[in-house]
């Protein structure tokens, strides 16, 4: 019977492989009975394997993609479900989740720069990791979610007993189901193994939010963010930070300058004039003392404060 899931007989013996068929004529590659034994899809019984079944069209495991309305799970957009031949669930979800990768212009002078949400290399090889790596003894489905802002690619199994996540992000690799890679690397699916995780961080390797990768009993997950959500964030928080230091600094000048009107000011002075609460007028003042605009003038119990350049 084996002693893997691939390696064990396949439940199901009357399968097809339309799929891997043309995958392989493409590649001009033979595909015939001793081709199949030579791939593990004929055990030594000369029947079909688990192997066999998942790339047939008959395959019973599936792929679940769900696409959210904003950051959460609140409110579904849309939601899909892809079956047959593990090669038709890559090309057929790898397509479905491209017509969710936007594209956004940006210019520097008259230069126009287009930048995809999400790198399509980073998208494939997360669906990659997904079929290749996942344990099949699980009945469950591979989980895509697509939010506005990320990607979340979910696999059974976790990670194969005795590997770390950090040995894996190092590019030590130990696949769960090695004669599965063995076949898409001789498709050119792959390029070699272990370099999956190392190749979508270079690719956001400038992009300040990186990809997340976790690694919990019975799952793995990697998180691909969206890369123009994160710009457009990060400009928002710049813009707003911008827009309180002017106003910030709107209403030190107007203290300073009530000051030099005056000849000084007290704190419950500009509580009054400015409307501003007692701990924010305390903190401006002392922000123009420390910039040297303002001197403290302490006698007895009152504070007064004088401008420096009187």
């Given at each position: 019977m084996g002693t893997s899931f691939e390696e064990s007989r396949s439940f199901e013996q009357e399968l097809t492989?339309?799929?891997?068929?043309?995958?392989?004529?493409?590649?001009?590659?033979?595909?015939?009975?001793?081709?199949?034994?030579?791939?593990?899809?004929?055990?030594?019984?000369?029947?079909?394997?688990?192997?066999?079944?998942?790339l047939s069209d008959q395959c019973t495991h599936s792929c679940k993609v769900a696409v959210f309305q904003g950051r959460d799970t609140t409110t579904f957009r849309d939601r899909r479900e892809f079956?047959?031949?593990?090669?038709?669930?890559?090309?057929?979800?790898?397509?479905?989740?491209?017509?969710?990768?936007?594209?956004k212009a940006s210019f520097t002078g008259l230069l126009r720069e287009d930048t995809l949400d999400y790198?399509?290399?980073?998208?494939?090889?997360?669906?990659?990791?997904?079929?290749?790596?996942?344990?099949?003894?699980?009945?469950?489905s591979i989980i895509i979610n697509v939010y506005d802002d990320h990607m979340e690619f979910i696999s059974l199994g976790g990670l194969v007993r005795g590997l770390s996540l950090e040995a894996v992000q190092l590019g030590v690799s130990q696949s769960r189901n090695p004669n599965l890679a063995a076949i898409f690397y001789l498709l050119r699916l792959v390029e070699s193994y272990g370099t999956g995780i190392r190749k979508i961080m270079r690719l956001y390797e400038h992009c300040p939010k990186k990809p997340l990768f976790k690694a919990v009993q019975g799952a793995f997950s990697c998180i691909l963010p969206n890369r123009n959500e994160v710009v457009q964030y990060i400009q928002k928080q710049e813009r707003t930070e911008s827009t309180v230091g002017e106003s910030i600094d709107s209403e030190k000048q107007s203290i300073l300058h009530l000051a030099r009107q005056k000849g000084s000011i007290s704190r419950k002075e500009v509580e009054d004039v400015f409307g501003l609460k007692t701990t924010k007028a305390f903190r401006l003042l002392r922000q123009l003392c420390d910039e040297g605009r303002l001197t403290q003038q302490v006698s007895g119990k009152f504070t007064r404060y004088i401008p420096s350049t009187m």
């Open positions: 492989f339309n799929t891997l068929q043309k995958e392989m004529d493409v590649r001009q590659l033979a595909f015939g009975r001793a081709q199949m034994e030579t791939l593990k899809l004929l055990g030594s019984d000369k029947l079909f394997t688990n192997l066999a079944m998942l079956t047959g031949s593990l090669l038709k669930q890559l090309g057929d979800v790898y397509e479905y989740l491209n017509n969710y990768n936007k594209t790198p399509q290399d980073a998208i494939r090889e997360a669906l990659l990791n997904c079929l290749i790596h996942r344990d099949y003894f699980f009945t469950g």
